[in-house]
Every structure is written in structure tokens, then in C-alpha cells.
């Protein structure tokens, strides 16, 4: 029986392809180990949404051929499909795979065993600007795990002008929801208390069908699995909140109440050089109704700083402007020059001593605000999704609204929701006091 390792660098979505990959290995009789354990083939899927990320994909797969030369070394994801040249000048990779095709990872890997694998590489990356049907890869439902991670939807027609990730992932295209409820069924079945519905534009689920079915019909039909505990959205566009989807958050708390709808900047200026699809103003206007409508909702956001142009001035407007955001969290990115986007060819390039000075400032604001979130909460009660131990005696998990929680605990709760009684903030999380185990 062969042994396989996987190593996923970037996004949820990128974990769910892991998830789905490794299902699909599993199924074929492989064992999937641990990274920094003895395999036969090491799978790296990779992330380039970022210099950093793309930079750590390449150091990862140097260690994997500097240490194990002779295993099969596969490189799959966004790193091959936007800059496939770049590993096909690295002795020592095997098999590149991009974007799609992940339904016959497997084949396309064992093609590569079997052959002279030292011989060439084997390049299977296909182009993807006019892919059109989503890749219904089965969810992966390894053991251990609490919350699972369903890819309902594919690819992105938005083009903001700082983002390589349309020309890695493609256009549109959305699981059915004939799909959808299988596989919310088939993680319910393995024991998965909570689903997370992922996407890389979320809030296009199904336009590209002309709009006949849209992400509340998703959402709809991930609730219709009656054994599901909860339900969780990844990020979205502010201006993509159906009020629809609103009602369902307000009528069923399985639809945990938290959305990651990513700012990036909050200047005006600087939104319309990003072409971002709102300003300023319609985004305070959106947050507003969302928080009227769920007072206790956790808001959290993606910020990028020193953008292509950004003056000290329109950094400190939009300093202020996300000051008097309520957001629970915060993840502050300095801009990452990627080649091939717009973005990467403006005058006013910002320097990076410059940026990280910015992305200082805002991490500790980002810091602030995760502390007034988690203070404003204590008192309340909350049901936490216990995941795992933390220290001696204690376990800890997610709230709906996305805090995380530590509790004095036995091991054996994990695994189950609890009530807990939010009594002290600490950092990045909070302690509680368990009430009873209700699921």
C-alpha cells in the first residue's frame, strides 16, 4: 500500500481541494500520512494569491526535494496554473497539475509512478479561461475533524486590479444543488457538526446560469439536511448579502451568525484604482442593515495597505474610515505586486518599508477591535463547536459568531456543542464556564 502526503499552502478553498484529493487517494487503498513523515508521494498544493504565499509554495517544494529526492513530487493548484514555466525549470518535480483535473489526480499520479519518473516532467495543466462546468469532487470527510469545508463554487469574473486569482481559478461556475445536498448529507453521516460553504466569489454561486439560482437557493438547501448543526458561510461580497439570506440568519441559528466580507481599503479613491464593486459609503450603509437586523453578528474583513498611489493621506482616510467600522477581526495584508495583474503596472508604486509600517499601524487596530468584539460578549452565552484540547484539562472551539472559546472540559466533549458562559477575555480568545453539552 502506498503512502501519500500532502502539504496545502493559502486558502479554505485550497483545503477543501486538499480534503477532496485525499478522499479520492483513500479511496484507491493509498494511506495519507503526515508531512514530516516517510511517503512515496508528496502532493504540495500551492497558493500564489501573494509574493509570500508563492514564495512558500516554491520553499516547500524544495524541501520536499531536497530531503526525499526519490519520492514522486506533485505540485498542484494556482502556483502551475499561472506560472507553470517557472516549475518546469525545477529538477526534480514530477507531475505539475493546476486548476482542474483534480478528478483524476490519482490516474495522472499513478501514470507518473509507473513511468520513467526521472525522465521529463509530466505537465498536466490545462487551460482554464474557458472552463465552464464546476468540478463536483466528492467532500473530504477525514476523522477527527468537527467542521467540514463543502466548495460549492469556482472561479471569478470580478478582476479587481490588484487580484491574480480570476486568471488561476478561472470564470464562473457552481455545484448543483442536487450536489450540495448529498455531500452536506454524506459530512453529516462521518459526524461533522458544522459545514462551512466555500467559494472563491461565494456570492456568485449560480449566475453564471443567468442568474436562475443565486446563493440563498445554496444556502436553502444545505438547511434542508435536518441531522445539520450548523451551517457557515465563507467570505462574501458586502454587496452580494441577499436580504433573503439576512431572514435565514435572523430565523434559524444554524446559519451562524458571521460574515467575512473583505473591505480592502478604506479610501475612495483607492477602492475605485482596486475596482472594487462599492465605495466607502455603501459599505458603512450595508454593515449598518446587517447589524440593525443581527445585533450580535461577528463581521470580520480583509484589509490591504499601500495599494499603487496610496498617499500618506488616503491611508489615514481610510484609517479612520475602519476605525469606526465595528469589525471582530481583521486580517491587514501590505499589497503584493503580482505579475499579469493591472495592479502590477501602475505609477506610484508604494515602497515596502512604507507598507509595512502601514500594515503595523493597522494590525494593532486590528488587534483592538478583536478585544472590544471579545469583550462585548462577555456575560453572554454562546454555544461552542469544541474542537480539540488546549491546555490540561481544558477544550476549546468555535461560537457561531466566530470567537474562539476554551473551557474547563474532558476530552471527550470534543466533538459536541456546548453551552458555555462567556466570563473573561484574553488576546485572541475567550474563557467560559460550561453549562451543559446540548449536541
Not at 517557472?86 to 509507473?114: C, H, P, S, T, W
Not at 446560469?209 to 445554496?218: E, H, I, P, R, Y
Not at 459536541?416 to 473573561?424: A, N
Request: glycine share 8%.
Amino acid at each position: 500500500m502506498k503512502r501519500i502526503a500532502f502539504y496545502t499552502l493559502g486558502c479554505k478553498v485550497n483545503q477543501a481541494d486538499t480534503a477532496s484529493m485525499e478522499d479520492l487517494f483513500r479511496q484507491k487503498g493509498y494511506t495519507v500520512v503526515g508531512f514530516d513523515e516517510q511517503a512515496d508521494i508528496y502532493l504540495i498544493n500551492t497558493c500564489v494569491v501573494t509574493n509570500i504565499g508563492q514564495r512558500k509554495s516554491r520553499q516547500i517544494i524544495n524541501r520536499v526535494l531536497r530531503r526525499t529526492p526519490k519520492a514522486l513530487t506533485v505540485v498542484t493548484g494556482c502556483y502551475p496554473q499561472t506560472a507553470a514555466e517557472e516549475l518546469r525549470a525545477i529538477k526534480g518535480i514530477d507531475v505539475i497539475v493546476g486548476n482542474q483535473e483534480r478528478n483524476r489526480i490519482v490516474e495522472i499520479v499513478e501514470a507518473a509512478f509507473y513511468h520513467d519518473k526521472k525522465a521529463e516532467i509530466m505537465d498536466n495543466v490545462q487551460t482554464i479561461n474557458e472552463v465552464t462546468v464546476f468540478e463536483e469532487l466528492r467532500a473530504g470527510t477525514e476523522t477527527g475533524k468537527t467542521r467540514g469545508f463543502l466548495k460549492i463554487q469556482e472561479g471569478c469574473n470580478q478582476y479587481c486590479s490588484y487580484c491574480i486569482i480570476p486568471y488561476a481559478r478561472g470564470p464562473l461556475r457552481s455545484r448543483s444543488l442536487t450536489s450540495i445536498h448529498t455531500e452536506i448529507e454524506r459530512l453529516v453521516t462521518a459526524g461533522y457538526k458544522e459545514v462551512v460553504l466555500l467559494g472563491i466569489h461565494l456570492g456568485c454561486y449560480g449566475k453564471e446560469n443567468d442568474g436562475k439560482l443565486t446563493l440563498f437557493d445554496a444556502i436553502e438547501t444545505a438547511l434542508s439536511v435536518k441531522d445539520l448543526k450548523r451551517l457557515r458561510l465563507g467570505s462574501l461580497e458586502s454587496v452580494e448579502i441577499d436580504d433573503r439570506i439576512l431572514s435565514i440568519m435572523e430565523q434559524d441559528e444554524r446559519l451562524c451568525r458571521h460574515l467575512h466580507l473583505p473591505l480592502q481599503a478604506g479610501c475612495d479613491k483607492i477602492l475605485r484604482a482596486m475596482k472594487r464593486p462599492y465605495m466607502s459609503d455603501e459599505f458603512t450603509r450595508l454593515m449598518d442593515n446587517i447589524r440593525h437586523r443581527i445585533p450580535d453578528i461577528a463581521i470580520t474583513t480583509d484589509v490591504i495597505t499601500g495599494f499603487p498611489g496610496e498617499s500618506e493621506e488616503d491611508f489615514l482616510e481610510g484609517l479612520e474610515f475602519i476605525r469606526n467600522q465595528d469589525f471582530a477581526r481583521m486580517h491587514v495584508f501590505p499589497y503584493s505586486r503580482r505579475k499579469g495583474t493591472l495592479a502590477a503596472n501602475m505609477p506610484l508604486q508604494v515602497s515596502n518599508t512604507v507598507k509595512q509600517k502601514r500594515a503595523a499601524i493597522l494590525g494593532e487596530l486590528a488587534k483592538q477591535k478583536q478585544q472590544n468584539f471579545l469583550i462585548k460578549n462577555i456575560g453572554r452565552e454562546a454555544e461552542v463547536l469544541f474542537e480539540q484540547p488546549a491546555a490540561s484539562g481544558y477544550i476549546e472551539g468555535l461560537t457561531g459568531n466566530y470567537i474562539r472559546a476554551i473551557v474547563h472540559g474532558a476530552v471527550e466533549t470534543c466533538g459536541r456543542i456546548g453551552r458555555v458562559k462567556i466570563i473573561e477575555a484574553k488576546g485572541n480568545f475567550v474563557v467560559g464556564e460550561l453549562i451543559d453539552i446540548c449536541k
